[in-house]
């Protein structure tokens, strides 16, 4: 995986967000420097790893075998499977382990581990299955190549961000869970244009396409949030009686209040793993 030398890497799990990593890593292989055939997949569902065979990646028969045979080692199960994972695994191999496990500390990894490797906790999102995810990324004695490549292999997926393990709670509420937030505010707009006298389909690409725009917009300006939504709006206009009632019905206090309850969840669930 880094450099000249064979680095192979294995996924343990291949469902929908390990699933869009793998699939993105054999999109780029080339660019990765990263051969097929140096892959290893492993998942209860044999038509998850089925599909990757034609593509060089070899189907592991076992989870000992994923960790036997790779150096780097994306971990991809919900985390109530996490402390089974490890049970009958006899040899482990890897110098890197890689999870994406939400809620689960690289502390419990290594504990469980009990060996002194490498592990990268990480936050990506459902985006990620079109490229343009937010992948949160914390990096614990890992080696510098590695992270590298890592971190390479991330990007193909979306944009990266390395914090540290503490602010993942928040991380969670905000882009993890985020995609759910916005597709809620858009199939609300949706529903406007509906009742408007829209089509479905033309509302959703006027809804869509507003939610584009508008983020590009916002991405590229330097302005507070609060100067871009006035220059929409004019007195006595429109707009303004949309923005006007959400700011009456506590709009931002209920996004910010939701954002803290899922927040909440988060670490109550990381107390279990």
């Known amino acids: 995986m880094m450099n000249q030398e064979k680095h192979t890497l294995g996924f343990i799990g291949v469902g929908v967000m390990a699933g869009a990593i793998l699939n993105s ?42 960790f036997s045979q790779s150096k780097t080692v994306l971990i991809g199960v919900k985390p109530q499977q996490f402390l089974s994972i490890f049970d009958g695994v006899v040899e482990f191999n890897m110098t890197t382990v890689v999870s994406i496990m939400a809620g689960v500390k690289i502390a419990s990894i290594r504990e469980k581990l009990n060996q002194n490797i490498g592990i990268v906790r990480v936050m990506p999102n459902t985006p990620c299955v079109i490229g343009s995810g937010m992948i949160a990324m914390c990096f614990d004695n890992v080696e510098k190549e590695v992270k590298k490549k890592i971190l390479d292999i991330f ?43 829209l089509s479905y389909e033309d509302s959703k ?69």
């Open 25 to 66: 890593t054999l999109n780029y292989a080339d660019e990765l420097n990263i051969n097929p055939n140096d892959m290893y997949v492993y998942d209860l569902d044999d038509e998850k790893t089925s599909k990757y065979i034609k593509s060089g990646v070899n189907v592991a028969s076992s989870i000992n075998e994923i």
């Open 155 to 197: 990007k193909c997926c979306g944009q990266t961000l390395i914090l540290s393990e503490c602010k993942f709670d928040a991380v969670t509420s905000i882009s993890g869970s985020g995609p759910a937030y916005v597709y809620s505010f858009i199939d609300g707009l949706i529903r406007g244009g509906i009742e408007g006298g």
């Open 205 to 273: 690409m006027l809804a869509t396409q507003t939610i584009i725009g508008a983020t590009k917009l916002a991405i590229a300006s330097d302005e507070p949030m609060s100067d871009l939504i006035n220059k929409v709006c004019s007195k006595g206009g429109t707009t303004i009686e949309a923005i006007n009632y959400f700011e009456d019905n506590n709009f931002k206090i209920m996004i910010s209040k939701a954002i803290e309850l899922c927040r909440i969840k988060s670490k109550e669930l990381s107390k279990l793993y």
